[in-house]
């Protein structure tokens, strides 16, 4: 008898404790969060599976941080990330007033969904795109509809020419690489004076237009950019949006609203230091765009087709292999790619352009793979 109360004693606290997390649990904000390309910590391998540089970064930022004293870390950082800000705008000739900088562009991007996508009515963004927008767009809670792409990944124009609570478009898009014509940007952030259109220039460096021509012209229009691709950076996290000052401010106050010192004092002075290396930087580039013409002749050669990347990466699929099979043996081999067993474009893969002995064991191994 004793036994058989202490049981039901038992049930009843399982019970409640079962209530509890269902009351709080209900209260959770609930999201599915974005999945990044995998870091894999094995030594040797190659890794083409999210878009870093294969070069180092500047030579003036290991200098730097050679000299980088740990007693400064006492204090906190520079809030207005002064020496980066400096650099970055004498680089693009606009004024402090006209840039937001961030831990990352995702940290910028996320502060620009928060501050400027609170309309009721939907944000558009391409169904095919860069990841993280839904991510974000579910995280709180705006409003979203994606644009299909045509069936040769191109955005139509005419989609985002409806009312709308808010634009977003990579340039060049991911993972496509294609990149869109700067007046067919333009006649989109013209036509939506309504709302803030992001263009997401995380490629643009390697071969791209950049629409920071415009935001003189359109208070609409936030252009934002990324040290993680093209500056060699991606383990600083340092991103930037352009745009005019109102924008920027009000990025800042909601910024301010949230964390002041977002960016340590490491990533403002390193990140200096590869701004100011205009001549590393375009030689940099330079090799990547080199190396990614030459890779597409021979993808080409063995079978595969791409749309014509601008980017640092080719998104390919071959004729007769699966990409999930390809992807699946280069791994073996030690080779990391990108592959999204998602809805029309299960059949690519989104292959990083890395240095030129990287790409040339890539395509001995994908020649082998294919004729196999
Ligand atoms: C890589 C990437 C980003 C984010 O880069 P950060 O490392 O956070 O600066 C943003 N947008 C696109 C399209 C990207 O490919």
Request: hydrophobic letters at 20%; aromatic letters at 8%.
């Given at each position: 008898m004793h036994k058989e109360l202490e049981n039901t004693h038992k049930e009843l606290e399982n019970t409640h404790k079962e209530l509890d997390s269902i009351r709080w649990e209900g209260n959770v904000r609930r999201v599915e969060p974005y999945v990044p390309g995998e870091q894999p910590k094995k030594p040797g391998i190659i890794k083409?599976?999210?878009?870093?540089?294969?070069y180092p970064p500047a030579p003036g930022v290991r200098e730097k941080l050679s000299q980088m004293?740990?007693?400064?870390?006492?204090l906190y950082p520079d809030t207005s990330a002064g020496a980066l800000a400096e650099a970055l705008c004498e680089y693009y000739h606009i004024s402090q007033d006209q840039l937001f900088i961030g831990v990352g562009s995702d940290d910028v991007l996320a502060m620009a969904f928060l501050t400027f996508f609170n309309s009721e009515k939907p944000i558009y963004f391409p169904d095919i795109t860069y990841s993280f927008y839904d991510v974000w767009a579910q995280l709180y809670r705006i409003p979203y509809e994606t644009k299909t792409l045509t069936g040769d990944f191109k955005i139509r124009k005419e989609d985002y020419l409806e009312e709308n609570g808010g634009i977003i478009i990579p340039n060049p898009n991911a993972p496509t690489g294609i990149l869109e014509e700067l007046e067919v940007l333009e006649e989109i952030i013209g036509a939506n004076p309504g709302s803030v259109v992001i263009i997401d220039e995380a490629y643009v460096d390697f071969g791209g237009r950049s629409c920071l021509e415009l935001i003189g012209k359109y208070d609409n229009l936030l252009v934002v950019q990324t040290f993680?691709?093209?500056?060699?950076?991606a383990g600083m996290r340092i991103g930037f949006a352009m745009g005019n000052p109102k924008l920027i401010s009000y990025l800042n106050d909601a910024k301010f609203s949230f964390n002041?010192?977002?960016?340590?004092m490491p990533s403002i002075v390193l990140g200096a230091e590869a701004v100011k290396d205009t001549a590393y930087f375009q030689e940099t580039v330079g090799k990547i765009i080199a190396t990614r013409e030459r890779v597409k002749m021979e993808l080409k050669k063995l079978g595969f087709s791409f749309p014509d990347s601008k980017g640092n990466f080719i998104f390919a699929s071959h004729e007769k292999v699966a990409a999930k099979e390809i992807f699946a043996a280069l791994k073996e081999k030690g080779i990391f790619v990108r592959f999204w067993d998602r809805q029309r474009i299960d059949n690519h893969l989104r292959i990083t352009v890395g240095t030129e002995e990287e790409m040339d064991i890539m395509l001995a191994h994908l020649k082998e793979i294919v004729e196999a």
């Open positions: 083409l599976n999210t878009n870093e540089c294969p004293d740990a007693d400064q870390f006492r993680s691709k093209s500056r060699s950076m002041s010192y977002t960016m340590n």
